[in-house]
Each structure stands twice: as C-alpha cells, then as structure tokens.
Nanobody, 123 residues
C-alpha cells in the first residue's frame, strides 16, 4: 500500500524554474529517508538529492548544488524538489523514492519508487 506519485514535470526553458511534487501514501514520510533521482535517455539512473528524517540533505553530485533543493511538507505528507536555473542537461525522468527500513546507510538503499515525471529543459 506504499505509494509515491510524482507530479509537476513539464517543458521549461533553460534558466527557468520548476518544482516537482511527490505525494506519499501508506506511510508518514517524515520518519523516513526520501530521495530524488533522475534518468536521462540512454543513461543510468542517478541520484540528485536526498533528505533524512533528521533533515540532513545529501547531494549525490555537484550538478544540483546551488540550483536544487529538497523540502518536506509534513502536513500534506509530500516532498518537493525545487529546481532553479535549469539546464538542458537536467532533462530526464525524475523519480522520488523512500527507504522504509529506517536504518543506515541512509540515502543509499531505497525500497519504494514512484512512476516518475518527465522534465524537459529546452528552448
């Protein structure tokens, strides 16, 4: 019954901003690790940003630093990926995921995944 549903994707011009949403059901996400991932055509899935229950944020790479941020709305049981200054190379299918084991290592192993939402950055 655990479910993650992403939304908010679409077409945006380079330099634009977009906020993705991940609605969680079947669990209270603020107690677990939540991560955002993306997969571009022909490439492997890569991690973007992760947040633990303690609020610790982890960037999987340097690309999103200074441009992307993650946040959680505990009331709505949703997590967001706020993206700014988007680049064409950000084009990918974006996924949210969670690790319900609540055990370390955090931001490494994820049990449940959403279906993804497409983000296309193009002029």
């Amino acid at each position: 019954q655990v479910q993650l549903v992403e939304s908010g994707g679409g077409l945006v011009q380079p330099g634009g901003s977009l906020t993705l949403s991940c609605a969680a059901s079947g669990f209270t996400l603020d107690y677990y690790t939540i991560g955002w991932f993306r997969q571009a055509p022909g490439k492997k899935r890569e991690g973007v940003l992760c947040i633990t229950r303690s609020g610790s944020k982890t960037y999987y790479g340097d690309s999103a630093k200074g441009r992307f941020t993650i946040s959680i709305d505990n009331v709505k049981n949703m997590v967001y990926l706020q993206m700014n200054n988007l680049r064409p190379e950000d084009t990918a299918e974006y996924y949210c995921a969670t690790d319900l084991s609540a055990q370390p290592p955090y931001c490494s192993l994820f049990d449940y995944w959403g279906q993804g939402t497409q983000v296309t950055v193009s002029s």
